[in-house]
């Protein structure tokens, strides 16, 4: 069974940073795909950032200039930074990982990180 411990969310102002990291309990290598979700009340989970792992990253349209996902395989984390943030980025975050081996596909998540955007 493989665990994910996310860090880093919290209450910040409109237009400021926070930095999510995920640890997950088993070499980062052995996942094909990590990133991060979120979902705010009231809605469906949604992807935010993934990045695989030669690195190729992709980012939903609302985040795309203000977040950026990173892979650090020494440290086995993956990180997501947030700049700009905005009250509608205001969720719970999820960490995922996927891995991948024919034929069978695992998923693992976190158990969710708040994070608030308000003055």
């Known amino acids: 069974q493989v665990q994910l411990v996310e860090s880093g969310g919290g209450l910040v102002q409109p237009g400021g940073s926070l930095r999510l990291s995920c640890a997950p309990s088993?070499?980062?290598?052995?996942?094909?795909?990590m990133g991060w979700y979120r979902q705010a009340p009231g809605k469906q989970r949604e992807l935010v950032a993934t990045?695989?792992?030669?690195?190729?990253?992709n980012f939903a349209d609302s985040v795309k200039g203000r977040f950026t996902i990173s892979r650090d395989n020494a440290k086995n984390t993956v990180s997501l930074q947030m700049n700009s943030l905005k009250p509608e980025d205001t969720a719970i975050y999820y960490c995922n990982a996927i891995r991948t081996t024919w034929p069978r596909r695992s998923d693992y998540w976190g158990q969710g990180t708040q994070v608030t955007v308000s003055s």
């Open positions: 088993r070499s980062i290598s052995l996942f094909d795909v």
């Open positions: 990045i695989t792992s030669d690195s190729e990253r």
